[in-house]
């Protein structure tokens, strides 16, 4: 067992096409070489996702393999530096599941110093404790392998990235901008569809019909209020209020002529929205539930999901005493939970992270930030046998890749709280009934 554990997850390295895109690459290669260097008795655990293999849709099994050392050779030739100088240990996740089920993989990553533990999960001792380790796919109903190490045991998850994932790749350049291959980068799924619709709009539309669509999607709101003076008048209830807003408009000449007819505009097109709204409604209704059934949407009633790995933590607690911390990735949101002077750890991704912010006025789509967070937690011994947890962030400016008008109609998102540098976890002396107490990055 070594002094100290650095973690790491979630890098997604390889795919088709367009997702041989590494934008981190440098400063993992960097990061590979600082450990190298580091005067330690230290094992780097990447627990989960190192590769995407179920992104590749050319070649088959170990052959993936090849692909990826032909694509990546400094990556393996930095790997094989580094562990010559401390341990590397992988673990499987879901999109490199086929680690699990292949034995070449021991062999062949064997050969660069990186040693594949075809194991659901791991332990580690640090001082007096352990430190219980997954990638977390298992609590995820739709990339949960149903029988771990079997090559054909492949969840929904694999069927959607092999049709949807590894095609976007493959599209991704043909778009006015190279946005598609971000897909990856979209957490949960369901927020695929409307991030589809944001890039069409803000993207990929004919900017003439971007540009004379903007003015009444940002009058919407008024024109809503529009279509009740209207309604007022209409029925003979109230008419002032129309007659004032005709005098204020005709007051500003052919300027308010214009926003007249683009507020008429409004209501014409929000007559036809309430006109489809309930036939729309009951479809959007059965879409809905038949996607429900298939497990794609969860309902409304369903916990968040950073519960059900909160309830996976608390089970290995209740199962193993002397486990300290419970290390998990997967969902890309790196976190830090304290549960009953216990501790469990997200251990985030390298790709880029995507933030949605509403537009400030109309029904416009969605704008989606980019933004990375690379980040890696550091486990040592600390004093009376305790656990000693520290996390790390590695510098790496954002994309910036935002159109003018995405910045024009939203403000940019407000900074990820930060996750705390140093927490120390008891090791296994007597813990009492503790609340729940949690820091997290969103």
Known sequence: MADVYYFISDLHVGGDEQLRQVDFLDELLAFLGDLEERDEDAELIINGDAFGLWEFTEVEGPAKFDALLDRYPELFEQLEATGRAVSITLIPGNH????????????????????LEQEVSIERTVGDSLVHVEHGMQEDPNNR????????????????NRQITSRAGQLSDRGKYNWLKDIQAVTPMTEIPEWLVSNYFYREMSSWLRFSVVPFFLLFNIGV???????????????????????LLGSFGPAGRLVEL??????????????????????????????????????????????????????????????????????????????DERLVVNTGTWLKRLRRVDP??????????????????RLSAADDGDV???YEVIEKSDPDDETVLQRLLTRPPRRRKELPEKTVVNGSRERGPQPDRSEVTE
């Open 96 to 115: 490199d599941y086929e680690l699990a089920a292949y034995p070449e993989y021991v062999d062949r990553l064997a050969e660069y110093n990186v040693t």
């Open 145 to 160: 392998t149903p029988d771990f190490g079997n090559p054909y045991a492949n969840p929904p998850g694999y069927f959607v």
């Open 225 to 247: 209020l529009y279509v009740a003076i209207f309604a007022l008048d209409w029925f003979d209830v109230w008419s002032l209020p129309l007659t004032l807003v005709e005098e």
């Open 262 to 339: 683009v507020l008429a505009g409004n209501l014409v097109m929000i007559v036809l929205i309430l006109a489809i709204s309930v036939p729309l409604a009951v479809f959007v209704w059965d879409a809905r539930r038949t996607l429900r059934r298939f497990g794609l949407v969860r309902p409304s009633t369903e916990r968040e999901p950073v519960e059900k790995y909160l309830d996976r933590a608390r089970d290995v607690f209740a199962s193993e005493p002397r486990v300290a911390v419970y290390v998990y990735g997967h969902t890309h949101r790196p976190s830090v939970t304290e549960i």
């Open 360 to 377: 400030l006025l109309g029904v416009l789509p969605p704008v989606y930030y980019a933004a990375y967070q690379l980040n890696y937690f």
């Open 388 to 390: 000693l947890v520290e």
